[in-house]
């Protein structure tokens, strides 16, 4: 019997690096996330100066395209016209909704709804930014929005607007002009991103401990965050444990957010270990595999693996963090 896969991790990662391409060309800061049908996130990455927050809402929307198999820009007018009570049951039962934002876009292997993708963040949003040529966001000579761009470039597919009247919001900014199709630049070749320098810092140590675990047979989730346990790079390895890269995502923000490793919060905090995830806004876990990132002195961020067993998970992490 086959079994259905979510969408190969560097397939995955091919899609951020495009969408990471297109937002530095149109000069825009937030994440992209890629999240797997199975409901399990892929890979995502969140560009330099991105802003708290905006890998969560990305997660959120590409979650909704995963699952529910279609834009999430379909699913909010669903919401929103659907009764209160059914609509408030539907986040209930599904955490992973909480914000169900247009943007998110299926992605498809033979007809085959795989993985969802999404971006959200500090200037990830339908608005023109100030100052943007018009070239810039007009494709094939017609209005267009920055979030939409990036994904539809990302996908390799034609422009579709999902976040309502692109055209207003142009009329707006540039009135009545008119970009030639041969001078709209907003699907063309992005040249590759070079000024993305904590994301590459990010992605350097994923590429680690992904290359560490497949040395010694592992397949595990991992996730580098912020000092504030904002992620700025996760990734799951193929067929590794779905749950593996919240795992990885909680033991970093944990590490990062006290400055000791994961599995020492209970030593270092007694009995009120249990309590600390009350005051951290993303969730942690007291458990091995989280260890802080520190340069010139100083916690930057974590490091977090999932998926395998803790031991050997803390080994990764901090073998990778030296």
């Given at each position: 019997m086959d079994h259905p896969r979510d969408l190969p991790l560097a397939q995955a990662r091919e899609l951020v690096r495009r969408a990471v391409d297109k937002a530095e060309q149109l000069g825009l800061r937030g994440g992209v996330a890629v999240v797997g049908a199975s409901g399990a996130l892929v890979t995502a990455s969140r560009l330099d100066a991105g802003g708290a927050g905006g890998m969560a809402r990305a997660r959120s929307k590409a979650w909704i395209s995963a699952t529910q198999q279609i834009p999430s820009a379909e699913h909010l007018r669903r919401m929103t016209t659907l009764p209160a009570p059914i609509a408030a049951g539907f986040v209930a039962a599904s955490p992973e909704a909480v914000f169900p934002g247009a943007g998110g876009m299926p992605v498809r292997v033979d007809g085959i709804v795989v993985a969802g993708i999404a971006a959200s963040g500090a200037t990830v949003s339908p608005f023109l930014p100030e100052g943007v040529a018009p070239e810039v966001v007009s494709?094939?000579?017609?209005?267009a929005n920055p979030e939409d761009l990036l994904i539809a470039y990302a996908l390799g597919t034609r422009y579709e607007g999902q976040h309502g009247d692109d055209r207003a919001r142009w009329a707006d900014r540039f009135g009545d002009l008119v970009v030639p199709p041969e001078e709209a630049l907003g699907m063309r070749d992005a040249p590759r991103a070079s000024a993305q320098h904590e994301l590459a810092w990010a992605t350097a140590l994923c590429d680690a401990?992904?290359?560490a675990a497949s040395a010694a047979g592992l397949r595990i989730g991992v996730a580098v965050v912020d000092a504030g346990?904002?992620?700025?790079?996760?990734?799951?390895?193929?067929?590794?444990?779905?749950?593996?890269?919240?795992?990885?995502?909680?033991?970093?923000?944990?590490?990062?957010?006290?400055?000791?490793?994961?599995?020492?919060?209970?030593?270092?905090?007694?009995?009120?270990?249990?309590?600390l995830s009350t005051l951290a806004p993303t969730p942690i876990l007291a458990a091995p595999?989280?260890?802080?990132l520190v340069a010139d002195g100083r916690v930057v961020g974590g490091i977090g693996i999932g998926g395998a067993s803790p031991e050997a998970c803390a080994a990764i992490a901090a073998e990778v963090a030296r």
């Amino acid at each position: 019997m086959d079994h259905p896969r979510d969408l190969p991790l560097a397939q995955a990662r091919e899609l951020v690096r495009r969408a990471v391409d297109k937002a530095e060309q149109l000069g825009l800061r937030g994440g992209v996330a890629v999240v797997g049908a199975s409901g399990a996130l892929v890979t995502a990455s969140r560009l330099d100066a991105g802003g708290a927050g905006g890998m969560a809402r990305a997660r959120s929307k590409a979650w909704i395209s995963a699952t529910q198999q279609i834009p999430s820009a379909e699913h909010l007018r669903r919401m929103t016209t659907l009764p209160a009570p059914i609509a408030a049951g539907f986040v209930a039962a599904s955490p992973e909704a909480v914000f169900p934002g247009a943007g998110g876009m299926p992605v498809r292997v033979d007809g085959i709804v795989v993985a969802g993708i999404a971006a959200s963040g500090a200037t990830v949003s339908p608005f023109l930014p100030e100052g943007v040529a018009p070239e810039v966001v007009s494709a094939d000579g017609e209005p267009a929005n920055p979030e939409d761009l990036l994904i539809a470039y990302a996908l390799g597919t034609r422009y579709e607007g999902q976040h309502g009247d692109d055209r207003a919001r142009w009329a707006d900014r540039f009135g009545d002009l008119v970009v030639p199709p041969e001078e709209a630049l907003g699907m063309r070749d992005a040249p590759r991103a070079s000024a993305q320098h904590e994301l590459a810092w990010a992605t350097a140590l994923c590429d680690a401990a992904i290359a560490a675990a497949s040395a010694a047979g592992l397949r595990i989730g991992v996730a580098v965050v912020d000092a504030g346990g904002d992620p700025i790079r996760e990734d799951r390895m193929d067929d590794a444990a779905a749950g593996g890269v919240d795992v990885a995502r909680a033991t970093a923000a944990a590490a990062a957010r006290f400055a000791v490793a994961s599995g020492d919060l209970v030593e270092a905090y007694g009995t009120g270990a249990s309590s600390l995830s009350t005051l951290a806004p993303t969730p942690i876990l007291a458990a091995p595999g989280g260890v802080p990132l520190v340069a010139d002195g100083r916690v930057v961020g974590g490091i977090g693996i999932g998926g395998a067993s803790p031991e050997a998970c803390a080994a990764i992490a901090a073998e990778v963090a030296r």
